[in-house]
């Protein structure tokens, strides 16, 4: 009885590890060729040019004796082009020795001229390929997407990991209008309101006279490396103006000052700087506010012939250069004015670009029209953008307020305590 019951928890351990998974599905990092952004352009003959940040995991982390002058080592750039994106990758992976993963794909940046000839396609691709994340952050650059997948990072091993950093940590209005796969996908197949997304480019970082000087402290070894890469001017990231789409189709860009008026007319407006005017003409100072707080809401005419945009805004004082500007009761009163039409400025600016040249609905007028009287947008979808939302009246009633001023209620000036 014994050795029957021994002999059936022998039987029943050697079953059970047929049971156990193990690692089953797990890829060694060192025969993955890691994606880590993609830039997709069209060449002339209308075909996808795809360009892919390879990243190289054994550089990521070099070890404590290796002093790497060269960010560059630690991704390189490949390129292959299609009829599709799909056909582009399956180029690109017949010359890659290790295995495509797109697991890790922080950043898609489309080129200009592929973002003007519609999106769907591409979409439809990373919409269903199960390895991307539904995260993944949509840019428009206004060249080619090519130069930006080979610019040099400054603070990251990648460019990928750069511009998501960008976005995630810079507080100005422009990384308000950056959107991810999921959002740029629904607000693009809506009926209701089109699609924004921010501009990433390209400054030179003129700083040659620096990294002479850096060279001349370096060890015999750092100068003979540095002897060997062009002292020239570096291609810097940089996160510039708002691309605007109409459906698919990319159809213009909003500058900074725009921008701010599509965030006002959203609400989005927060940690972003507002600049006001001394309202004196020999005074060339300004006053820099910073808006603690946005909020807004669209009310439609009971015809949706008319749309009533309520703006309310908190801001504080962060600097004054202005001349001998006391900050006193009836001051106040007048830089809250100056803040009101400012906003109204940005705002107006914004609509007359895109409602009234461009006819598209950044806005979300179309979908304020649908939840308040669905029945009004049948009516009116048809040609929304076809005359309907040129025609619209927009309504502005806008309350901005400056609560905050700091510590003191004056500029500061030399020799003040004397």
Avoid at 55 to 67: A, C, D, G, I
């Amino acid at each position: 009885m014994n050795k029957t019951k021994t002999s059936f928890k022998i039987f029943f351990c050697f079953l059970i590890t047929f049971l156990l998974s193990g690692c089953w599905s797990s890829r060694e990092i060192n025969n993955l060729a890691i994606i880590n952004a993609m830039g997709v352009d069209q060449n002339e003959k209308g075909e996808i040019v795809l360009s892919v940040a390879i990243v190289k995991p054994n550089n990521l982390f070099p070890q404590e004796s290796t002093v790497r002058e060269d960010k560059e080592d630690s991704f390189l750039v490949e390129s292959a082009s299609g009829k599709t994106l799909y056909d582009a990758i399956e180029k690109l992976s017949s010359t890659i020795a290790d295995k495509v993963y797109l697991g890790h794909v922080n950043v898609v940046v489309f080129g200009e001229k592929a973002a003007q000839g519609g999106m769907e396609e591409s979409l439809d691709f990373f919409k269903r390929e199960n390895e991307f994340r539904q995260n993944i952050l949509f840019f428009v650059t206004k060249g080619l997407a090519e130069n930006v997948m080979k610019a040099t990072p400054n603070f990251n091993p990648t460019p990928g990991t750069e511009m998501y950093d960008l976005f995630k940590n810079n507080i100005f209005s422009g990384t308000k209008t950056v959107e991810d796969l999921s959002q740029f996908t629904e607000s693009m197949t809506s009926n209701t309101m089109d699609p924004v997304t921010g501009v990433i480019g390209m400054t030179l970082d003129q700083d040659t006279d620096k990294n002479k000087n850096k060279n001349q402290k370096k060890s015999l070894k750092s100068i003979k490396t540095s002897q060997q890469t062009k002292d020239t001017h570096r291609d810097v990231l940089k996160l510039q103006d708002t691309a605007v789409f109409k459906g698919s189709k990319l159809i213009g860009y909003l500058n900074e000052s725009e921008t701010k008026g599509l965030m006002w007319i959203k609400g989005k407006m927060k940690n972003s700087s507002v600049e006001l005017d001394c309202n004196n003409q020999s005074d060339n100072g300004s006053i820099k506010l910073q808006v603690q707080n946005s909020d807004s809401s669209m009310i439609p005419s009971s015809d949706s012939k008319k749309m009533t945009v309520k703006i309310k805004a908190d801001a504080s004082i962060m600097e004054i250069s202005c001349k001998n500007k006391k900050l006193n009761q009836h001051q106040m009163k007048d830089l809250n004015r100056y803040f009101r039409e400012k906003i109204e400025e940005e705002v107006t600016q914004t609509l007359l670009l895109a409602q009234k040249n461009w006819e598209t609905d950044i806005f979300g007028f179309g979908k304020a029209i649908y939840r308040k009287h669905p029945s009004e947008w049948d009516k009116l979808s048809a040609s929304w953008r076809n005359g309907g939302l040129k025609n619209l009246n927009v309504v502005l009633t806008i309350d901005a307020n400056i609560s905050r001023y700091g510590l003191t209620t004056e500029p500061s000036k030399a020799n003040e305590s004397r």
